[in-house]
């Protein structure tokens, strides 16, 4: 068939080459109907220079077109040969300052990270080097083809818009004027005509839906019987089911099904089949029969070939008028005032909305080209490209759900072009304000996620594959939304607050459904049959992450919105709970004489959902009341009275005691979905607005609660409260038959509450809740990572959480915390934490992972080990709370939590008679370590005026309460430092030791002691006080010394008496005897020592204290007295020998004496003291 179509077409081109473009142009000019022409001479030449049988040739068309069709218009538009026109308008035009390249598909972009307003913000290569980014720290990556340069953009960058290209138009354009004023009015209106008449025939032709009939305007006289199988792409089959498909459908090579297949890819649609309709039919049968057996069949259709040659004219049109424009802005707006204009049919009528809203219909090949030409046209002109934006916003619902329905990828779509709007902020404002488009956003997203369960929440179990492939493509909305917050406004206007807070409203109607979804329970008897869906909850709240964060920046920015984004959150909040509380008991708990009613809840037995929203982003906003000071400069504004703490807390402990159960071993069965979304919850990804802001809020409501209150609710939330309120239960649980997962179970929660308390009153980095800034935050995180080890940059980034703009802010502070190692034989450079920052560790870090924190501790106490420090690991001084959290620290001096700290440090005493680990105990020596900083931090920063409530020290010297009179807090550490069992903790209980007096000495010598007229009196009385106690204390030091020498005695003498029977005896005839002659003895007295005469003086009594070396015990040396007897070992010298091999058969002794005395009293009824026999002593 082909080889018959040569001659035909041969003679076809001569006959087309004959036309003469400017005697078409000629007649066009004088026609009364431009548009009957127009499209007469398309109808006429189209077909019969486009699809003349089974394989395209495009360089063949492109010249024929150029020639026959182009050619007239172009000299119709220019009124000469274009070969003088266009460069004249060119001439007379003055340049846009903006670059406008489009990128294709792998070109490299630039993005400077310094002054870039948000990543989308890119440069092509020449503008790149010719601007001052190119020394600035900046990020290079390759274009997926769509985008443009933004060079010249001046909301695009915070300084440098301009490269030195562009830069020189920018003098020349001081205000902005109609480009339009640099055409004639000829020109204008011929320009006008054309653009308008073949705009349309271009939307026209490409949006047509008939296969085999033409619209009325371009019938042909003389319809040809030809037809095209046209194969379009999808998203859903594979290369090789194609192929195979194409071999068995058009009895094609695989080579030419290859073909086919890669060019259906890449353009969207090709033909198969050329032939008449029955031909092309049969193809099409064969091609949606294989492939309709698993997934929707292949799209195919029998298009009549003169509509395919009008349609492919149509996608060179669209590129013509492309280039045409990049002559003059002036034809760029007359495009654009085209393309805009309303049509006969209303609303949707235009050029420009009827491509839009048919974007889902076409192919890919034809969208593409005409999304290059809306970024070359709408979105080069400043003024329409607002308009575009309203038209875009309104048709906004329809296109995101035409896109969800559609399978292409998302570049394809015109949905993609909402980067190029939203993300100028000027246009994102307008649009916010004029069109609710926060609203618009937010309510397209939640219309395509109607899977709910009876409570309103996000129900993703069960999705089918469809539901699933919809949540896959809806969570673009949420970038959009993200692209409208990226930049926040610098003034407010009341329209822009109120329908912010209107989209607020939407956000809090969208997080409500997410509060408490994907609820479990704990699986106990048999392991989990099936893994439940967990997955699709993340990630939308991965996806929700920046959007958060951007919002409470936004509310951050302006007072007035930040009141009334807080209440209407609260109130949610408040809604949320109403419904999750029914039918849980009221009960009171008591201990220490605090008792306070909450509800009764185990976490192990009921419904507990990890994913709590609301409550973290009202946990945000009351950061920021705090930040802003908006809580102290208008309290009245603020329903701070009607909050209520135990509601507060009540689902993010939850979440945090479900977190230690996990740990503890007690959710096993429930399979790694569950041990999934505790990593996730923890990890820097999803971190910052889940587990920090649970942190958060479990610190709001400490800090307004009493916290004696707080640790009741805990500990009952944690399961322990039997435990801490009964007295000796826990040596009854330990003593009793328990099985051993029980007991290390309830270790393991012990430990991870302390944990928790540790962070509710140590994390204080947060801007807002302790007093300091976002560069503190970030030295912390990097000080405690680069503690586990030496890191590189990448290493570090990683660990390191994200902001919306991609920047984690290490670059600012890195040098200041860190020494950088140089790379040696490794290739890898690595940052080394600075000596003087170690100090700044805090062993309990509440991003550190068990790993982690296990690495870090080693980590320090090696280095300590090797500076010859103590390996003690004290927790660092910390920065003073915000006002609004300052009352949190009183957690630490709470008689409940004093009871805790007790009873634990009790267990360790009596280590033998409870179940308890040195972890617990490390974590008890820390919070007090803790609140010893506080209060030594309170007494340095406090002035005359006031006086310092916090008395950790004084509350910890005293003993128990009745009917348990357990020995102090303080007796009790004492005590342990001496223990031999935990030699590991010695030097942590030393520091405690050692600080513990340090503020004692500083509250004594506090300018605001009470009573000023006594204060000697007081000191004096302090003073003996302190030395009484001081002497108590080394005296129960001594006594706990003597014991364990005399055990070690004991078995010394038994060992040298079964070594030295005949040694013994003598030595007991030897002490017989010694003894006689002593009675015999006159003994001697003070009271002989008497000075006569009348002159007599008086003889000064001379006193002796001698310190045993084994007990440091002091005793005075008297004559009644005990006596002091000096240490001697005795050995085989050979020091003076002058033949060491020669033996001596009595051998003489050498006598090492000790310069320190010992009581006699240890030697009472002993034989030898060391193994020294008491006859040679």
């Not at 192929?243 to 086919?260: D, H, M, P, R, S």
């Not at 939590?897 to 033998?912: D, F, K, S």
């Amino acid at each position: 068939m082909a080889s018959e179509l040569e001659p035909e077409v041969q003679a076809i081109d001569r006959s087309l080459l004959e036309c003469s473009a400017e005697e078409i142009a000629g007649k066009w000019l004088q026609a009364t109907d431009l548009t009957r022409e127009l499209y007469q001479h398309l109808a006429h030449y189209v077909p019969k220079i486009y699809c003349r049988g089974p394989n395209p040739f495009p360089q063949k068309e492109d010249m024929l077109a150029q020639h026959v069709l182009l050619g007239p218009m172009e000299w119709y538009l220019c009124g000469e040969d274009p070969a003088f026109g266009f460069p004249k308008l060119e001439q007379a035009n003055k340049p846009s300052h903006l670059c406008g390249r489009v990128f294709k598909v792998g070109e490299p972009t630039y993005s400077c990270r310094d002054c870039a307003v948000d990543p989308t913000c890119v440069l092509c290569m020449e503008c790149f080097l010719g601007s001052i980014h190119r020394d600035h720290r900046y990020r290079m990556t390759t274009s997926g083809g769509g985008g443009f340069c933004d060079c010249g953009d001046t909301e695009a960058w915070k300084e440098g818009p301009y490269c030195q290209k562009h830069e020189l138009n920018t003098s020349e354009i001081e205000e902005e004027e109609d480009p339009l004023v640099h055409l004639s009015e000829d020109v204008i209106a011929r320009t006008y005509n054309i653009f308008a008449i073949m705009f349309r025939y271009a939307v026209e032709i490409l949006t047509w839906e008939k296969e085999s009939e033409l619209p009325e305007d371009l019938a042909m006289v003389e319809k040809s019987d030809t037809y095209y199988c046209m194969l379009f792409n999808d998203e859903v089959h594979t290369y090789e089911q194609v192929i195979y498909t194409l071999q068995k459908a058009v009895n094609c090579t695989q080579k030419e099904a290859i073909g086919f297949a890669t060019t259906v890819d890449r353009d969207g649609r090709r033909s198969v089949r050329y032939g008449d309709f029955q031909y092309c039919e049969q193809a099409k049968s064969v091609i949606v029969r294989n492939t309709s057996r698993q997934t929707k069949p292949l799209k195919v259709q029998v298009m009549h070939s003169s509509i395919v040659a009008h349609q492919n004219f149509g996608l060179k049109l669209l590129s013509w008028l492309g280039s045409i424009i990049g002559y003059s802005d002036g034809l760029r707006r007359i495009l654009c005032q085209v393309g805009l204009q309303e049509g006969p049919d209303g609303e949707n009528s235009s050029l420009v909305d009827r491509l839009m809203l048919s974007d889902s219909k076409l192919w890919k090949g034809a969208r593409s080209v005409y999304h290059q030409l809306f970024m070359s046209s709408l979105l080069m002109d400043l003024k329409y490209k607002k308009l575009f934006a309203v038209r875009f916003a309104k048709n906004y619902e329809r296109l995101q759900s035409d896109y969800v329905t559609d399978d292409h990828d998302r570049e394809f779509s015109v949905a993609d072009l909402s980067v190029q709007i939203f993300t100028v902020p000027s246009l994102a404002r307008m649009l916010i304000t004029e069109e609710n488009l926060m609203s618009i956003i937010i309510k397209t997203f939640m219309d395509h996620l109607r899977h709910r369960d009876a409570q309103g929440r996000f129900q993703f179990e069960r999705y089918t594959a469809l539901q699933a492939f919809k949540f896959r493509r809806v969570q673009s909305l949420i970038l959009d939304l993200k692209y409208v917050l990226i930049s926040k406004p610098t003034e407010w206007s009341e329209e822009l607050r109120q329908k912010f807070l209107e989209g607020f409203d939407a956000f809090l109607e969208l997080l409500k459904c997410m509060q408490g979804m994907d609820p479990i329970t704990r699986q106990v008897g048999q392991h989990i049959e099936m893994e439940p869906e967990w997955e699709a909850a993340f990630t939308l709240q991965m996806k929700l992450t920046h959007v958060i964060s951007m919002m409470l920046d936004w509310c951050a920015s302006d007072e007035k919105v930040l009141i009334e984004a807080y209440k209407k959150c609260l109130a949610v909040l408040m809604q949320c709970h109403g419904g999750y509380t029914d039918g849980e008991q009221p009960i009171t708990l008591s201990i220490c004489g605090h008792s306070v009613e909450t509800i009764r809840y185990c976490v192990s037995q009921e419904k507990v959902s990890i994913h709590l929203p609301v409550s973290r982003l009202l946990a945000g906003l009351h950061v920021l009341l705090s930040k802003s000071e908006v809580a102290y400069k208008f309290p009245e504004l603020l329903p701070l009275s009607e909050l209520s703490p135990p509601m507060l807390i009540e689902h993010p402990l939850r979440c945090l005691v479900l977190c230690a159960q996990v740990h503890a071993g007690m959710w096993r069965r429930n399979g790694f979905s569950l041990v999934n979304q505790i990593y996730y919850y923890h990890n820097v990804k999803c971190r910052r607005e889940m587990f920090d802001k649970d942190v958060v809020m479990l610190q709001t409501g400490v800090s307004m609660m009493d916290p004696n209150h707080f640790l009741m609710i805990m500990l009952s939330r944690f399961e322990l409260y039997q435990i801490f309120s009964t007295p000796d239960y826990g040596k009854r649980f330990s003593s009793e038959i328990t099985h051993k997962d029980v007991v290390q179970q309830n270790n393991t929660l012990i430990e991870e509450m302390l944990y928790l308390i540790i962070m509710l009153v140590g994390e204080r980095f947060s801007p807002g809740v302790g007093q300091v800034n976002a560069t503190d935050e970030i030295k912390r995180e990097i000080i405690h990572q680069l503690s586990i080890k030496p890191m590189a940059h990448s290493e570090l980034v990683k660990s390191l959480p994200e902001d919306e703009n991609k920047e984690t802010g290490m670059e600012s502070v890195i040098e200041a915390v860190a020494h950088f190692k140089k790379p040696g034989l490794t290739g890898r450079g690595m940052y080394e934490l600075k000596p003087e920052c170690a100090k700044e560790f805090n062993l309990y870090f509440y991003h550190f992972s068990r790993a982690e924190q296990s690495k870090a501790e080693e980590a320090q106490r090696k280095l300590k080990r090797q500076n010859r420090e103590d390996t003690a690991l004290p927790p660092p001084v910390l920065p003073p709370f915000c006002p609004l959290f300052a009352s949190l620290v009183n957690i630490l001096q709470s008689d409940v939590m004093l009871c805790i700290m007790g009873t634990i440090l009790q267990w360790a005493v009596e280590h033998n008679g409870y179940a308890w680990s040195e972890s617990m105990l490390q974590r008890v020596l820390h919070l007090i370590g803790m609140a010893l900083q506080e209060e030594k931090q309170h007494l340095e920063n406090v002035t005359e005026e006031h006086v310092v409530t916090f008395t950790f020290t004084q509350k910890i010297s005293k003993p128990g309460e009745a009917p348990k009179n357990s020995p102090s807090i303080l007796a009790m550490l004492e005590t342990l430092q001496n223990a031999p069992y935990l030699e590991v903790h010695k030097d942590m209980i030393r520091w405690i030791l050692k600080t513990f007096n340090a503020v004692k000495k500083m509250r004594e010598s506090s300018p605001t002691s009470p009573v000023a007229e006594t204060e000697g009196t007081i000191m004096e009385e302090t003073s003996r006080d302190k030395d009484k106690a001081e002497r108590k204390r080394k005296a129960e030091i001594a006594r706990l010394r003597r014991e364990k020498i005399m055990a070690q005695m004991s078995e010394m003498q038994r060992h040298f008496i079964d070594e030295n029977k005949e040694l013994f005896q003598q030595t007991l005839e030897l002490d017989a005897s010694t003894s006689a002659v002593l009675d015999n003895s006159p003994v001697a007295s003070d009271m002989t020592l008497t000075a006569l005469g009348p002159a007599q003086t008086q003889v000064p009594e001379q006193r002796q204290f001698v310190t045993c070396i084994l007990c440091q015990e002091e005793q005075e040396v008297k004559v009644e007295s005990r006596a002091m007897v000096l240490a001697a070992f005795v050995q085989r010298s050979t020091v003076l020998s002058k033949n060491r091999s020669k033996f001596i058969q009595d051998p003489g002794c050498a006598l090492c004496a000790c310069a320190s005395a010992i009581p006699s009293k240890l030697l009472e009824s002993r034989s030898c003291v060391l193994g020294i026999p008491r006859a040679l002593l």
